[in-house]
């Protein structure tokens, strides 16, 4: 079931589900790799995720009309969006800087 704008009425995922998710992904690549960690890299991670997996499986159950991808994009667009807002617990974790209009990550130092 969806609004008049097509999207679901209920949500199909928590964000307190994703949100650690995301940040571990943050964290470990940056662990391999020191740099800004961009969105589409995370969104390919969240992809492979053994955790994530089952999440955007289960919104995909309820979305049907969305990918994977694209489910997985928008749990990365609204980890982001929350930190913009001043409404997350992950603005002091996380520095940020703008890659290609999306916004990429990297643990904050010290």
């Known amino acids: 079931m969806t609004n008049d704008w097509?999207?679901?009425?209920m949500p199909t995922w928590k964000h307190a589900d994703v949100f650690p998710i995301i940040a571990d992904i943050i964290?470990?690549?940056y662990a391999?790799?020191?740099?800004?960690i961009t969105h589409d890299e995370i969104t390919s991670q969240l992809l492979a995720d053994p955790a994530a997996v089952g999440?955007?499986?289960d919104a995909h159950d309820?979305?049907?009309d969305r990918s994977p991808e694209w489910l997985a994009h928008n749990m990365v667009a609204w980890f982001s969006q929350r930190i913009t807002s001043g409404d997350s617990d992950w603005d002091h974790a996380?520095?940020?800087r703008?890659?290609?209009?999306?916004?990429a990550y990297k643990p904050k130092e010290g």
Request: glycine share 8%.
């Open 6 to 9: 097509g999207l679901p009425l």
């Open 27 to 29: 964290r470990d690549s």
């Open 98 to 103: 703008e890659i290609d209009g999306k916004w």
């Open 32 to 36: 391999q790799e020191p740099r800004y």
């Open 55 to 57: 999440i955007i499986a």
């Open 62 to 64: 309820q979305e049907s």
């Open 94 to 96: 996380f520095d940020r």
